[in-house]
């Protein structure tokens, strides 16, 4: 086989699964995956993962560490935690799953065009700013993520629906100008950043 | 009966101006008739819902949700914390268990808090306000402030996800809860028994950033609900609301679909029920108008 | 007791029946057709009154024989149990009036249908003996266990417990066997966490300091003869002395030895001093006694080791063992752990295609293996090869569907147990002449058992315990553990099936329980399971024998030997009372007191047969007792509807069926017969074995019978039938009807 590579005999150790084990959210769960695969049977978008949790898991313990962390499928969680409810060994797979994300976005591998990912980066920065997600600018934000040209289009595709929220007061034009917010924004800003320096200072430890 | 006291987490969707806003004024009517004191948390923040993670990280995460709980623990000491969002309640719950579990984790979120002047002990219960009516108050007692029965609907109970996992109402399945069913019935309206997709996921976020995705499984949803004879859907959750609402006519030009469907919140149902008029039940909020609901308000 | 023979008649006409059976005149048809000597009715016969009137008439009037006419004699057995008389039952409950509709067309022909019921009993009790029971009988309450394993220490310790001294053979020098040689065992209390010690020495300690238990060390057993409650034996010791022995009973605890992995040189077995087997690893551990464990072929600390699990078992392979030996995985965990014990740095790697950890706690065990890092990893190993001081395994991951290749330190195949039942006694006996060989896979795949006697009986059918599949000596794997098919003698832990040690223990503990059970019985002259308490034996004309052997051969459990002009003799504690012998002889001269080819031709024979004209068939159904008859009770219990024109005679086996009563129905006129016995095969649920498939066997000629008197073949069937059929047989009954209904009626009727 083509796939009898050196690179695969070095990896299939534990490293990347320790590696795992200390810096993913829930990371320690993965080696108690008994590869059943009821959280693949059980995901709604199952369909859409290149490599459904159960085979994450098992990558994992592989160390397939590449492969793995630039991998579009665990941007495929809708957080339904239909699997987290059904996996008889009790694993927490949908924060594993965001953990997995979350761990590849600060190291740079996560695909640079994932749709959910920059969703999810322009959410944080959203909430950051206020401490409250301004749903307009976020929608707006959203659909210019990929350009100006696609944003019109995007833009208009949902104008229908911007109106119908409009119409029933579920979205508000002024939001773009300020709307609501928390009073202590900067107070809360200094807590997050607080939080990111410590997480960081714990990763650091452990790749030093 | 004495008024019943509660911390409140509304959350950012029910914002004036925001896509929830509907459901948040049909609560405080359903919290009118049952005399619910709804404090709410001053100056509360984001929860970070289901898609911060990614960029917010473990405990950035956990400490956005935790100066929610201090603030409420210093304005409402003693109350329980109630939301109406699935994605708050969810996340709140979550972080104070790890707090409560992890002495280390509570340590670093408390350094956290301390930029601000903060401190968190995680000790109140955290509450969806399904949990609420059905603990504090009971179907009978819910059913006896009925005074308009909302007779000959026949209603859709989506539960969606997160008011259901992972922690779910107490004493309900994951597979099955039943719930919004008996909350319908109790309205006087007619539960749908073989409702298959009650607990399918709609997407969630996901809707924004995977919509072709998202929009087919919310198709089922729809679909199955008028299959087995629905008039409305009626669901806990504002994301659950919003996405099998607003996409309706992108399906239908996707699908070749005529759907019209209207999907309520479980409070729209018990504000008309309880002769809550147009306005105070939030009807004036459905893109799709509910318009049976429509006429017995009117009555 | 009186050589007169006085038949008491009982009809109750409680549950309806009185009602029903109104007009009937059951009492006048006891006596006048049947001549019963009294016929008495109760309004409510199980009733302490009803009982009261029976025991009276048996103490005061002479009455030696009852036939009760009431309920099915599956129900009310406690009351109606009197002593040292005949009892018959005549089913007019589930058998007529719940079976029948209560309507006026309906009536006649069930008062016909009980009417031959009461007939019926009467005759049986006339042609039954009240069995009087075996006076050959002999009480020794000495258990004699071979294999000083874990598992014959158990049986040994627990029957001495019980109070019935022990006699242990072990052939090796030492007790303990294979457990003696493990590092530490799978745990067996909660948390389940950790490798436990194996506490063998202490077992052995026990063993050794209870007077009650006697130990022979370097022996075996050369010749065992008898049976329950007398059984011989030659215990001979390495050096040549023998002595022997009286016991009532055996337990044959002779484990397993390990599958041979010289045949698996694809897995670099024999190749490289870095494979090993798991037995092989516990030796490995034992010797660095919690220090790092080496490698065989260098003496470097192991510093990674593959497991890989099902090597030559679970595999059609030839020369694979086809089936899971049931505790390699749990090893395979509890040996990984030796190596995270020592130094959790240690890299393991179970490599699974099913991970299967039964037991109470074995699910709990793996979990434990994961927390301390075991890596788990589904895969199908198809190479070990050397590769300098290190091995490479090859192999498939099943998961991402990749060829991989690891390197490694050390190897562990978990390979399979092959029981130590001795000889094939089937391979060696041809017991079958018929052409038609049964080939079930059991039969097909071979296994490597060794030719070895273990126990040498001396009985006809050959000197070990028949085997039940890939060696293994089992009787029933759902319904009677322990049972095997040498009464008196049971299996215990890996003879019996794969186990590991938790399972051992309960396996041999249950084993001793079946050998004091057995000898307590034996020593009354009472059969042993299925018919425990049975009284009655089987007894011969001497004169009528014409020595053909084919009860000796048929005997599903050994119990007859031949003397040197080759009469049969019946060892009558070894027979389970099952009548194959009495089905099986051509010539009719053997029988028990109670149950014999006149109890049931007679009963048969007294059935009124309409004549051709009446439109009144007759079906005759013998019905095994053990799950057929259950089913029809249950049938009526349900209210099935079945017709009115079949007669039902329970009977203890389809093994027992002579053929004499089919051709004697045939004869007397009736329409159609149908057998029911027990499921037969591999998968057999027959309660003696191999009845059902011997009554199958004999009903195959049953056609050139049928053609040499002109009659259809549909005439006669045969069914396997399970206690569960109970919509199924009221069917095949009512199908029966409908046949003759288009066939016709039988032309033999007078």
């Known amino acids: 086989m083509a796939d009898l590579n050196v690179a695969a005999i070095e990896k299939y150790r534990n490293n990347f699964l320790k590696e795992v084990e200390a810096n993913v959210e829930e990371g320690e769960w993965v080696k108690m995956c008994m590869q059943c695969g009821v959280c693949s049977g059980s995901c709604p978008l199952g369909s859409a993962w290149d490599h459904p949790p159960q085979e994450l898991f098992m990558m994992i313990r592989a160390g397939k560490r590449e492969e793995v962390l630039t991998s579009d499928s665990m941007w ?20 594993i799953m965001h953990g997995l994300a979350s761990y590849a976005l600060r190291l740079g591998l996560a695909p640079k065009n994932q749709p959910t990912r920059k969703f999810a980066v322009l959410f944080w920065e959203n909430l950051v700013k206020t401490g409250r997600v301004n749903e307009l600018k976020l929608g707006l934000n ?43 924004a900067k107070g809360l800003q200094a807590i997050l950043k607080k939080a990111r320096e410590i997480e960081d200072a714990k990763r650091q430890k452990f790749n030093s | 009966m004495a008024k019943k006291e509660y911390s409140f987490y509304p959350g950012c969707s029910s914002q004036k101006g925001a896509s929830a806003s509907n459901y948040q004024t049909s609560v405080d009517a359903m919290c009118d008739t049952l005399d619910i004191q709804l404090n709410e948390i001053p100056d509360w923040n984001c929860c970070s819902a289901s898609i911060g993670y990614a960029e917010g990280g473990e405990l950035p995460r956990i400490a956005l949700t935790a100066r929610n709980l201090a603030l409420s623990e210093q304005a409402n000491p003693g109350q329980d914390v109630v ?63 009925v005074t308009k029965p909302l007779e000959g609907i026949k209603i859709a109970g989506y539960v969606g996800c997160q008011t259901n996992r992972p922690f779910g109402i107490d004493g309900e399945s994951f597979e099955n809860p039943m719930y919004l069913d008996k909350l319908v019935e109790t309205m006087g309206g007619e539960p749908l028994e073989a409702y298959d997709k009650k607990v399918q996921c709609c997407g969630g976020a996901l809707a924004f950033s995977e919509p ?82 429509e006429e017995i308000s009117k009555r | 007791m009186a050589d007169e023979i006085k038949i008491g008649a009982y009809i109750c006409k409680g549950c309806g029946l009185g009602e029903r059976l109104a007009d009937a005149q059951l009492a006048t048809i006891a006596t006048r057709d049947a001549k019963a000597s009294i016929a008495k009715e109760h309004d409510f016969l199980c009733s302490a009154a009803g009982v009261a009137m029976i025991q009276n008439d048996i103490d005061n009037e002479g009455i030696n024989r009852v036939a009760i006419c009431a309920c099915s004699r599956r129900a009310k057995t406690d ?44 005759v049986e009790a006339k042609f039954q003996k009240p069995p009087s029971k075996n006076a050959d009988a002999q009480y020794n309450k000495n258990i004699l266990i071979v294999g000083g394993g874990y598992s014959g220490m158990t049986a040994a310790i627990e029957a001495s417990i019980a109070g019935y001294p022990v006699t242990i053979v072990e052939k090796n020098a030492h007790l303990g066997g294979n457990t003696a040689q493990f590092y530490k065992r799978v745990p067996n209390h909660a948390p389940y966490a950790e490798p436990a010690d194996t506490g063998i020495a202490d077992m052995i300690k026990t063993v ?16 065992t003869d008898g049976s329950p409650g007398q059984f011989s034996a030659d215990i001979s010791t390495e050096s040549g002395s023998t002595n022997t022995q009286q016991f009532g009973s055996i337990i044959q605890a002779s484990g397993f030895t390990p599958y041979d992995a010289n045949q698996l040189p694809e897995l670099g077995y024999g190749k490289s001093a870095n494979v090993v087997t798991q037995l092989e690893l516990e030796k490995l551990a034992k010797e660095a006694k919690g220090s790092p464990i080496k490698r065989p072929s260098d003496g470097k600390e192991v510093t990674n080791v593959v497991f890989v699990q099902c090597a030559g078992q679970r595999s059609t392979k030839e020369g694979h063992l086809p089936y899971c030996s049931g505790h390699c995985c749990l090893t395979s965990i509890k040996q990984a752990m030796y190596f995270k014990e020592n130094n959790p740095a240690v890299d393991t790697n179970v490599i699974y295609t099913d991970l299967r950890t039964p037991g109470a706690g074995g699910e709990d065990f793996y979990r434990s293996g994961q927390d301390k890092g075991v890596l788990f990893t589904k895969g199908q190993v198809n190479e070990v090869i050397e590769d300098g001081a290190s091995l490479k395994v090859k192999f498939k991951d099943l998961i991402l569907n990749e060829d991989i290749e690891e390197e490694t330190d050390l190897v562990v195949l978990a390979t399979g147990m092959v029981a130590n039942s001795g000889v094939d006694i089937e391979a060696v006996v041809k017991i079958d002449t018929n052409d038609e060989k049964e080939k079930s896979p059991a039969n097909e795949i071979k296994i490597n058992v060794k030719d070895i006697s273990v126990l040498n009986l001396t009985y006809r059918q050959g000197p070990d315990l028949p085997h039940l599949k890939y060696g293994f000596n089992d009787s029933h794997f759902i319904c009677f553990p322990y049972e095997t098919r040498r009464t008196g003698i049971y299996t215990t832990g890996p003879v019996r099936r794969p186990m590991d040690l938790q399972q051992a223990q309960e396996d041999a503990t249950g084993a001793a329980l079946k050998a004091i059970q057995v000898v307590e019985n034996a020593s009354q002259g009472r059969a042993a399971h299925p018919r425990s308490g ?25 119990a007859i030997d031949e003397d040197e002009k080759r009469y049969p003799v019946f060892n009558e504690s070894r027979c389970r009372r099952c009548g194959t012998c009495m089905g099986a002889c051509p010539v009719r001269v053997i029988s028990f007191e109670n149950y014999s080819v006149e109890t049931v031709g007679q009963q048969l024979k007294i059935v009124d047969v309409p004549d051709e004209f009446s439109e009144k068939p007759r079906i005759l159904v013998l019905a095994c007792e053990n799950d057929a008859y259950p089913a029809l009770d249950m049938a009526g219990m349900n209210r099935y509807e079945y017709s009115a024109f079949v007669r039902i005679i329970p009977v203890r086996c389809l093994g027992s069926v002579n053929l004499i009563w089919i051709t004697d129905a045939l004869n007397s006129g009736y329409d159609g017969v149908i057998l029911m016995g027990c499921q037969k095969g591999e998968n057999y649920q027959c309660h003696f074995v191999k009845g059902s498939e011997l009554a199958h066997e004999r009903m195959g000629k049953i056609d050139e019978t049928l053609k040499t008197l002109s009659l259809e073949t549909e005439r006669v069937e045969t069914h396997e039938i399970a206690i569960t059929d109970i919509k199924r047989v009221p069917e095949i009954i009512n199908n029966m009807a409908a046949t003759i209904e288009k066939i016709g009626m039988s032309p033999f009727k007078f």
């Open chain 2, 83 to 145: 939301a109406t969002c699935a994605a708050c309640w969810l996340s709140t719950r979550e972080s104070k268990d790890r707090l409560l579990e992890d002495s280390q984790l509570m340590k670093e979120t408390n350094e956290a808090l301390a930029q601000a002047g903060l401190k968190v002990q995680a000790n109140q219960k955290i509450r969806h306000m399904v949990e609420v009516l059905i603990e504090d108050f009971g179907y009978d007692e819910l059913g006896a402030k």
């Open chain 1, 142 to 184: 959203l659909y210019f993520m990929n350009g100006f040209i696609e944003g019109i289009k995007t833009a208009l595709g949902m104008q229908k629906i911007g109106l119908g929220m409009w119409k029933t007061k579920r979205m508000s034009p002024m939001e773009f100008f300020g709307g609501h917010g928390c009073k202590d």
């Open chain 3, 208 to 223: 050794e300091n209870d007077k009650n238990i006697t130990v022979h060390v370097n022996s075996r057993l050369t010749k």
């Open chain 3, 79 to 122: 009351a109606f149990a009197f002593e040292n008389v005949a009892i018959t039952r005549g089913n007019l409950r589930e058998g007529v009036i719940w079976v029948r509709p209560d309507t006026d067309e309906a009536r006649e022909t069930t008062h016909e249908m009980a009417a031959d019921y009461v007939r019926m009993a009467v």
């Open chain 3, 534 to 558: 049975d009284l009655s034996f089987p007894s011969f004309r001497k004169e009528g024998c014409t020595q053909c052997k084919r009860c000796t051969v048929e005997c599903p459990f050994g």
């Open chain 1, 76 to 95: 495929m969680c809708t957080s339904c935690y239909n699997c987290v409810v059904r996996c008889p060994r009790g694993l927490p797979i949908t924060h």
């Open chain 2, 212 to 293: 072709e995705k998202s929009q087919a499984m919310i198709k089922d949803i729809i679909e199955s609900a008028y299959d087995h004879g629905a008039e409305m859907i009626v669901t806990p959750c504002p994301v659950c609301q919003m996405n099998t609402e607003v996409y309706q006519e992108h399906i239908n030009k996707k699908y070749n679909t005529k759907f019209n469907m209207p999907v309520v919140y479980y409070s729209t149902l018990m504000s008309v029920a309880y002769g809550k008029g147009y306005k105070e039940s939030g009807l004036d909020g459905q893109i799709i108008r509910a318009k049976k609901l």
